[in-house]
């Protein structure tokens, strides 16, 4: 798949009940404050540090805009519409990179879990991927562990392709892989569940 390497800058996205805006530093300390749990942690890639640091988010949030500066990852943070701009999670997107087949993570404070929040977010960010920046496919994965990921993919109509062994912060696990194809995304019925605009599914492509 050729992508093109800046990716453009970060545009600010709407969904139904969300205002999904670029990461910034000053995000950290809500993201510390709501990231470092174990329920959050636990499925995901063993690389994050457990128990997760003071400067855990810090950290990582310039290692994030680092890789924004150089173009090879977009980060939005999940913010309530309506809200105080306050970050409730992240969703990111990546382009594929040979071998890794995993261009999109995505977390929510527990606070907000079970509302359909991040299928919402996943919807549209799916839609700029599909639609904006004219991407083929999604590769995704999760924990197999982690039914609620799984769940997300399988609304979206991705396909599982495998499972192999990985490590995650709770140890050794499987690791499901699916791919979101865009002309199955775009054909599939409008998702009430879905935001406005062009995160409905069904919508022509542009
Ligand atoms: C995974 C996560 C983002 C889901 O967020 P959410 O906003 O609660 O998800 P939604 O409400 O959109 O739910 C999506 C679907 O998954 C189901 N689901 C969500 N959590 C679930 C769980 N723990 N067990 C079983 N099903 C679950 C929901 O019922 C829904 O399916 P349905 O519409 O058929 O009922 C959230 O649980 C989280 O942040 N987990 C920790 C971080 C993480 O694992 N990130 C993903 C790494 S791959």
Redesign the pocket.
């Known amino acids: 798949m050729a992508v093109l390497i800046p990716l453009p800058p970060t545009p600010t996205l709407e969904t139904e009940r969300l205002i999904l805006r670029p990461l910034r530093l000053d995000d950290a300390p809500a993201i510390q404050r709501e990231f470092g749990h174990w329920?959050?942690v636990r499925?995901?890639h063993a690389g994050i540090p457990w128990p997760y640091p003071a400067d855990g988010a810090e950290t990582n949030v310039r290692e994030c805009l680092a890789a924004r500066e150089r173009g090879e990852q977009v980060f939005w943070v999940l913010t309530l519409k309506g809200g105080d701009d306050e970050a409730i999670?992240q969703i990111d997107l990546r382009p594929e990179i040979v071998g890794a087949r995993d261009m999109r993570?995505?977390?929510?404070a527990r606070a907000?879990?079970?509302?359909?929040?991040?299928?919402?977010a996943a919807e549209r960010v799916t839609a700029y991927a599909f639609e904006d920046l004219g991407w083929p496919y999604l590769y995704l994965?999760?924990?197999a562990a982690?039914?609620?990921?799984h769940?997300?993919k399988e609304?979206q109509g991705a396909e599982l392709i495998d499972v192999t062994p990985a490590d995650y912060v709770s140890g050794p696990g499987a690791r499901e892989t699916w791919i979101l194809r865009r002309e199955a995304w775009l054909a599939r019925a409008p998702n009430t569940?879905a935001g406005s605009g062009s995160s409905r599914p069904g919508r022509d492509a542009t």
């Open positions: 329920e959050i499925h995901l999670g993570g995505f977390w929510l907000f879990w079970g509302r359909g929040l991040m299928t919402e994965t999760n924990a982690n039914e609620g990921s769940r997300i609304k569940q």
